[in-house]
């Protein structure tokens, strides 16, 4: 392994312990966010617009940070910013005023829209070292390490609260607990910046000629598009807890379990297994597009999710969670893989902007109307949110012509 390799491995270990003492702190929220909010005595429908809009403040600000991080050169300042508003979560410990949670809980999403773009930047110069698939692969198995500590502070936290304890305090005794790894979280990330502040130069080493375009292609815009719709439909674990807890399907310290052992078992392995998947069917062909096909297992897993996870039925709310874990695995490192292979150094955090806008806006606009259809009927809701992602199926091929018509 070269020095540039051995560099560019620790860059991505290092990004992934900060991103796995982050996701220890909002994970954990975001597993009992929706249950948290109903017994502060909120609806489905609000629940369903908190976090819809919060997803989608969050993705603005992605669009914006990755416009001004590309112009400013300051990758590391907007990572650094935007992990320090992380602060939101162990704030939630102090209160139980659920329109200052609701608060704080978009907030939270706000702080990664800051972060994010800067932060898969800063991976994206060392993915050209090791490959765009492997690199995101392990710096999303570590990060869900955290997305499996997170939900069982609150496993341990709701399973030791007594029958007569307050189940607010319970609550926010889970949240208080994430103040230590938001400490972790803030040393680990200026020992990041101080050993790797000139990462992009791991890039410019590996750089081929026609690298240097300044401008994003436009078959981008056709796969922004396609992360949209497969996005839209996407079902949002806040709701699943919601849905989980208004049944008394599951016991709410297992709620958070559920979602632990999900994104750990399934997000996390699969992940990593799909980031090979894509390396090597680029290398194989010499195409760094051939990877893209594993996307048509998004649209096709995400249409078979609220069939399972809406039900009443603990087996089949379970298969449901695997699938949502399997969709999960692929979007975090495939898709964010593809914008780093289809896109130029110069416009990388904007890419990643307008990647992660995509996204915030299919959230704000599927998650608003999933939790409106819930209320309103659970038969709609499904057929609604199945047929919805088999569209993005045929703008996939759209776009895949696209790219084979410019070769």
Known sequence: MNSNKKWAFQLIITLGI??????????????????????LGVNAATVGFVVGLGELLGYLFRLASGFLADKTKS?????????????????????????????LIILERVSKGIRTPARDTIASHASKQIGSGYAFGIAEFIDQIGAVLGPLIFTYVLVRASSGQNIIAAYQQGYGFTWLPYVLLLGMLWFAYTRFKNSEELETASQQKGDDRKELPKVFFLYALFVFISTLGFVSFALVGFHLKKHNILNDAYIPLLYALTMGAVDAIFGLVAGKIYDKLNKRSGNQKSGLVLLLAIPVSAALI????????????????????????LQ?????????????????????????????????????????????SMKILIIFLTAEELMAIPVYYWMKKTMEDKK
């Open 306 to 329: 609220p069939i399972f996870i809406f039900s009443d039925k603990l087996v089949y709310v379970i298969i449901g969670t695997v699938l949502f874990g399997f969709g999960m695995g």
């Open 75 to 103: 990758y590391w300042l907007f990572t650094i910013v935007g992990y320090g508003l992380l602060i939101s979560i162990p704030l939630i410990s102090l209160t139980g005023i659920w329109q200052i949670v609701a608060v």
């Open 18 to 39: 900060v991103s796995l003492l982050g996701d220890i702190i909002y994970e954990g929220a975001r597993g009992v966010s929706g249950q948290y909010l109903q017994i």
């Open 332 to 376: 975090e490192v495939i898709m964010k893989a593809a914008v780093a292979d289809m896109t130029p150094l110069a416009k990388r955090s904007t890419a990643y902007g307008v990647f992660n806008l995509s996204l915030g806006l299919a959230f704000f606009v599927g998650g608003t109307l999933a939790g409106f259809l819930y209320d309103f």
